[in-house]
């Protein structure tokens, strides 16, 4: 394995370049993996979330190496702390192998020098200067709580107009966006967090000057509840214009009333090449704006998450939009049919449901459902197990309207559901989530287990806390043992583990 040529490590490095843990660990095999290892592991090294960067001494140390003796005089007579490694020669030029700026991270590290706000300003503002000459491109920039006007550096417009990622807040000034839309018109992939609850004229102006925005986030997250101003509006209409290339949307909606007719009414229809739509918010659809979102139609939607939406909605857009699909998310006990107060007749609309996944839905690999615990549910539930052919993953909940599941209620819907998965599920089956409607004896489950033999190794998610009893957790470790489980999570139903991270 240490005989490896550096193409071949450099393919492997390039698949564990999420993985700062196998990356850190290959430094240390031999001079070659280092070096192999080195130049992927510093392409985004502020992104790894298992990091406290506020902790990390030696990126500080690396990060002031960077600095110029007589920049380093005056910093240390400001009273920054350098550290004594600072003054060494670098055995790796790191900042050249690096594509990405994430403020947040970087602000961490240099505050291990000094807690004073200006202390900390000066240094941000040499680690600007020194990246933009070591770094050759920048591909990614998460610039939320910036204070510096990095397009007025020298050879910053080499660096940034080959920004392809780009993440941001509202609370930043106008004019920075601004500044940017001159030399940043390559962005693929942007992310809005709405944290200033106005409109912020130059975000509309950085989306207007985008030549391929592929993919576009917006997350409200502020306090206020109330809007003197619409702070939508204008974002959506430039996103608009944007359809041509736009194959991404995400939505997330807090607080705000209004904004869905403008998005589900307006802009949706035109977004024609959208291949993943994710709506997530609290509000509840109105009548009218769920009949918009029946009309709706993708010619190559994969993936389609719409919270608080209703089955007979979602069941209009699987058979509009159903050939591509891929994923059909959303939180079962978010669905607007188990509100007792409708007149929708749940278990019609529930049936119709997963009839329109398997008669549409050919590509289906991950899905969740919520249907009764009725004879004939079962019957096509299985049915869509035997037709869906690439399911990979299942989230599954029973609903009963009319009273509450007993104990040996879910027994028996456990008991049932193991037989169906162990006739029928498809071979590339390899998880499920599970509400806690299902129980499964420590008998059922143990045959269930063994009958998997021989398939997936499976991953398994569940609210239900009988699986952290202590037969139950010896159970399932014996089978972890055998590669029958690869994964068992338990989680209350508010930690929200079951659910799909779409």
């Not at 719409?306 to 159903?322: A, C, K, Q, Y």
């Amino acid at each position: 394995m240490a005989k490896l040529n550096k193409d071949i490590l450099l393919i492997i490095f390039e698949e564990l370049q999420e993985d700062s843990k196998a990356l850190f660990s290959s430094l240390m095999v031999n001079r070659i993996w280092c070096e192999t290892a080195i130049p992927v592991l510093w392409r985004n090294p502020w992104s790894y979330s298992n990091i406290n960067y506020k902790n990390k001494n030696y990126l500080f140390i690396i990060i002031t190496c960077y600095i110029y003796d007589n920049i380093k005089k005056f910093i240390t007579e400001q009273g920054i702390q350098l550290p004594s490694g600072s003054n060494q020669s670098l055995i790796f030029d790191y900042l050249s192998f690096c594509r990405s700026v994430n403020v947040n991270a970087i602000n961490s590290i240099i505050s291990i020098g000094s807690s004073l706000p200006y202390n900390q300003f000066s240094m941000q503002k040499e680690f600007y200067s020194f990246i933009m000459r070591k770094c050759h491109e920048l591909k990614y920039l998460d610039m939320s709580s910036i204070k510096h006007q990095i397009f007025y550096f020298p050879e910053a417009k080499a660096r940034i107009e080959s920004l392809c990622e780009l993440k941001c807040d509202t609370s930043i000034d106008f004019s920075y966006f601004y500044g940017l839309s001159h030399f940043c018109q390559s962005i693929q992939r942007l992310t809005v967090d709405n944290t200033y609850p106005k409109p912020n004229h130059g975000i509309v102006k950085l989306i207007e000057v985008q030549k391929n925005l592929k993919h576009f986030e917006w997350k409200d997250d502020f306090d206020d509840d109330y809007l003197t101003e619409d702070p939508y509006e204008e974002i959506f209409i430039a996103l608009e214009k944007k359809a041509n290339s736009l194959n991404y949307l995400k939505v997330f909606f807090q607080y705000v009333e209004g904004i869905e007719n403008t998005l589900i009414q307006e802009i949706l229809p035109k977004l024609s090449k959208l291949k993943i739509l994710i709506i997530d918010d609290y509000l509840y659809f109105t009548d009218k704006q769920l009949e918009q979102l029946k009309m709706m139609i993708y010619n190559e939607l994969e993936v389609i998450n719409i919270e608080f939406s209703r089955l007979d909605v979602m069941s209009n857009i699987i058979e509009n939009n159903g050939r591509y699909l891929k994923k059909i998310l959303f939180k079962p006990y978010n669905i607007m049919d188990i509100d007792l107060d409708l007149d929708d007749d749940f278990d019609t609309n529930s049936l119709k449901f997963i009839c329109k996944v398997y008669e549409n839905c050919p590509s289906i690999e991950y899905l969740s459902l919520i249907f009764p615990s009725t004879e004939k549910h079962f019957i096509e539930f299985e049915k869509l197990l035997k037709i869906c052919k690439n399911l990979k993953s299942l989230l599954i909940v029973i609903f009963n309207n009319e009273e509450e599941d007993t104990y040996e209620d879910s027994l028996k819907n456990g008991k049932k559901l193991l037989k169906i998965l162990t006739r029928s599920a498809p071979t590339n089956l390899k998880e499920i989530r599970l509400g806690d409607e299902f129980k499964f004896s420590l008998k059922c489950f143990r045959k269930f287990l063994e009958n998997w033999r021989g398939r997936n190794a499976l991953s398994i998610f569940t609210i239900d806390s009988i699986f952290i009893t202590e037969d139950y957790i010896k159970l399932i470790d014996e089978y972890k043992s055998d590669g029958v489980i690869k994964d068992f999570k338990y989680a209350p139903y508010s930690s929200g583990l079951i659910y799909y991270c779409a």
